[in-house]
């Protein structure tokens, strides 16, 4: 009878409404999420022309990444635990609106003083769209959907990088590098059309944080002290380290050490970034059939093999193109199964306070992202042994990490009915 009674409920007008509800729901939590990757990447080939046309060197045209990455952290850090006590939709839009208002500003740059302060500006307003994007699933979402929904979520993310770094050569071939925060802001303004059309406030003021802003903070100590969550967040922040050392440092050893065009790295770019959005398909297809932390610790090992593999040829050659290209694309496939993994476990284990999980989920990535890309600025663009060093060892303590503070051997986070069915990791 109560079989039944589920399939009567399946089928009813008001599950389906629910169920066509999801859907762009998710899609623009999603384009929320890749807010980042799009202001990070559509510029990135313009790197070389911003240093000719603001009259500066390459350092400080990278400084203007690692400006937005510390926006994007402090953002996370922020907003993250005050929407747990404020809630998620009015943050969402102020934020969203903001970075329409920045993007312009960066547009219009006179100089690159100017151009590093608005990006750390677009940082921190775009931080709206990250941060509060992983908590709505959280509030959403419980049991074996959280997982297929990050993982959702991870394959659009996935597809700006293959589209940012495109649109952004392409912009460039007809117009300047100014025209790609134009881009932006215009994307920005169709996010908050889509905000206001499909995202609700999840968070209703019954179940927000008690005692105010102070007490989310409080809530985020508290996680801090959380050995098996700070493993994760420590994972991502460490990966998201080697994964910025490769977008800051890539434009420049396959432009400058092995002379493609800006268009032909912008291909590159977007196929190595094919390789997470097939990781990501992947993550989604053996859930419920592997554990969750058994596919974090199988991206783990490609993004140590692929960055390894690349280290040890440079240290004897000068690598070449195509060894280099297949080399990175192994990385990013093995941070397209890791990261959605991370993410999800994170938000399962610090599930009571999905805001302040989410900022120290995402503000750990970009804080130390952003270290990362200053310290990739500072080799120059001579070699790429530097690049490839510095993605091991950001994956090497990474894992560390995650098998001293989480153990994945135990299962942490897992869904219940992944935990029942899946083989031990």
Request: proline residues 4%; neutral net charge; contains cysteine.
């Amino acid at each position: 009878m109560a079989e039944n009674d589920n399939q009567q409920a399946l089928r009813s007008p008001e599950h389906a409404r629910h169920s066509a509800r999801v859907g762009p729901l998710i899609f623009i939590l999603a384009a929320l999420t890749a807010i980042a990757p799009f202001a990070t990447d559509m510029y990135v080939p313009a790197f070389p022309e911003i240093s000719t046309a603001l009259d500066t060197d390459d350092a400080l045209v990278q400084m203007s990444m690692t400006a937005f990455l510390i926006g994007l952290a402090v953002g996370q850090i922020l907003l993250g635990p005050i929407s747990d006590a404020k809630g998620r939709r009015g943050i969402l839009l102020g934020g969203t609106a903001l970075f329409v208002v920045f993007s312009l500003v960066c547009a219009v740059a006179p100089s690159i003083e100017v151009l590093i302060v608005a990006r750390a500006l677009q940082g921190l307003s775009g931080a709206a769209g990250m941060v509060l994007a992983r908590a709505v699933i959280s509030d959403r979402f419980h049991g074996a959907d959280a997982p297929q929904h990050f993982s959702t979520l991870a394959i659009i993310l996935f597809i700006a990088p293959v589209l940012a770094p495109v649109a952004g050569g392409g912009i460039l071939e007809v117009s300047s590098w100014e025209f790609a925060f134009v881009a932006l802001a215009v994307f920005g303004m169709l996010l908050v059309l889509g905000i206001l059309a499909w995202v609700p406030e999840t968070l209703p003021a019954g179940r927000r944080q008690v005692g105010g802003v102070a007490a989310t903070f409080s809530s985020m100590g508290r996680l801090l002290g959380n050995r098996v969550l700070m493993g994760y967040v420590l994972l991502l922040a460490f990966g998201s380290a080697g994964l910025f050392a490769y977008i800051v440092s890539s434009t420049f050893v396959f432009q400058e050490i092995y002379g493609v065009s800006s268009l032909q790295y912008s291909l590159i770019f977007g196929c190595n970034a094919v390789g997470m959005v097939i990781a990501g398909l992947a993550f989604g297809k053996l859930l419920g059939k592997v554990r969750v932390n058994s596919l974090l610790l199988a991206g783990l090992a490609c993004a140590l093999a692929g960055s390894g593999a690349l280290a040890v040829v440079l240290l004897v050659s000068d690598g070449g193109l195509a060894i280099t290209w297949a080399c990175l694309f192994v990385v990013v496939f093995g941070v397209g199964l890791a990261f959605p993994a991370a993410t999800s476990l994170a938000q399962a284990v610090g599930h009571e306070a999905p805001g302040a999980t989410s900022a120290l989920v995402g503000g750990g990535q970009f804080i130390l992202g952003a270290a990362a890309a200053t310290v990739a600025g500072l080799f120059g663009a001579s070699s790429a042994l530097p690049m490839a060093a510095l993605i091991v060892v950001a994956f090497l303590l990474g894992g560390a990490t995650l098998l001293v503070l989480s153990r994945p051997w135990q299962g942490h986070g897992e869904p219940r009915a992944l935990s029942r069915n899946a083989p031990p990791a």
